[in-house]
């Protein structure tokens, strides 16, 4: 019997209103609104632990001298090592500013470290969270290097051959 998981419904906010009015919202987004991120992810019937996505927007009017916005996100992603094929967690760490407008500010391109979002009544928080985190999450997960001797070792027990030049090593010490 299927178990039908009900979809969280979406964080809609004007960003404009948001940003001008200095508002701070955050919390936990359950994967279960986040289907493009799903997807992607290594999600197990046995995984007992439920996947940690936090995030925190906070509005300002003056921080750029345009209505702005600031997210942070904070996930612990399950995903498969890509060097030893066993699962493992992706923390990911983000930060990001956005400037609001009608239309692209004067000189946007010229700086790297802001975004921008057209004004929107309707702004969907967490479509902007997963977006982020699509971008963010590696295309090719490994082992941190803290953990890369387990996976090395790993791979080792598992698809280890020996060298077919190993003979000749001590071929060559013999006709010396």
């Known amino acids: 019997m299927n178990k039908l998981t009900p979809t969280m419904k979406p964080l809609l906010i004007n960003n404009l209103e948001f940003s001008v009015s200095e508002q701070v919202v955050s919390g936990d987004v359950e994967l279960t609104a986040l289907q493009r991120l799903k997807e992607l992810l290594v999600l197990q019937v046995e995984h007992q632990q439920p996947v940690n996505i936090q ?26 090592c890509q ?20 239309a692209e500010p004067v000189g946007f ?29 590696p295309i090719a997960p490994v082992h941190s290097s803290e953990h890369q001797q387990e996976c090395i070792q790993h791979i080792k027990q598992s698809g280890e051959k020996p060298n077919p030049f190993a003979v000749l090593k001590d071929f060559a010490k013999k006709s010396s």
Request: hydrophobic share 45%; with cysteine; charged share 25%.
């Open 55 to 80: 995030y925190t927007l906070a509005g300002s009017a003056k921080k750029y001298s345009l209505p702005s916005l600031h997210l942070t996100i904070d996930a612990n992603l399950p995903a498969v």
């Open 83 to 102: 060097r030893c094929l066993n699962e493992m967690n992706v923390q990911l760490k983000l930060s990001f500013d956005y400037l609001i407008s009608g």
């Open 109 to 137: 391109d010229e700086n790297d470290d802001l975004d921008w979002l057209e004004a929107s009544r309707e702004m969907d928080v967490w479509g902007v969270v997963e977006d982020e985190l699509l971008i963010a999450f």
